[in-house]
């Protein structure tokens, strides 16, 4: 079993960044692929990023390429997602999640078993 737990939303302006974090309990996280997804109001969940279980592959969706990183931790216990340049279309709540399987690296919401409670990121114009 693996709880997470994410933080660092918040309220800012376009322009700005944010530091994401997903801090996980439980077994082998070291092991599990995460992924970070988003949801805005009335709109379906997406994928953003997601790293591999030792940090030597990511994935971003096209409108965080450049933006966005995905980086871990795993002696933390932790996943980050650093948001640069943030536009007011980034408004969400964001989810990080974490693979039952280890060593394999879904993009599909689906595919991901553990997810944290979300941090709401609001970005104003």
């Known amino acids: 079993q693996v709880q997470l737990v994410e933080s660092g939303g918040g309220a800012v302006q376009a322009g700005d960044s944010l530091r994401l974090s997903c801090v996980a309990s439980?077994?082998?996280?070291?092991?599990?692929?995460v992924g970070w997804f988003r949801q805005a109001p009335g709109k379906e969940r997406e994928f953003v990023a997601a790293?591999?279980?030792?940090?030597?592959?990511?994935y971003y969706t096209d409108s965080v390429k450049g933006r966005f990183t995905i980086f871990r931790d795993n002696a933390k216990k932790t996943v980050y997602l650093q948001m640069n340049s943030l536009k007011p279309e980034d408004t969400a709540v964001y989810y990080c999640?974490?693979?039952?399987?280890?060593?394999?690296?879904?993009?599909?919401?689906?595919?991901?078993?553990?997810w944290g409670q979300g941090t709401q990121v609001t970005v104003s114009s």
């Open positions: 439980g077994r082998a996280f070291s092991d599990r692929g």
């Open positions: 999640a974490a693979d039952y399987y280890f060593r394999r690296l879904p993009v599909l919401a689906g595919d991901y078993d553990y």
């Open positions: 790293i591999s279980w030792d940090g030597s592959i990511v």
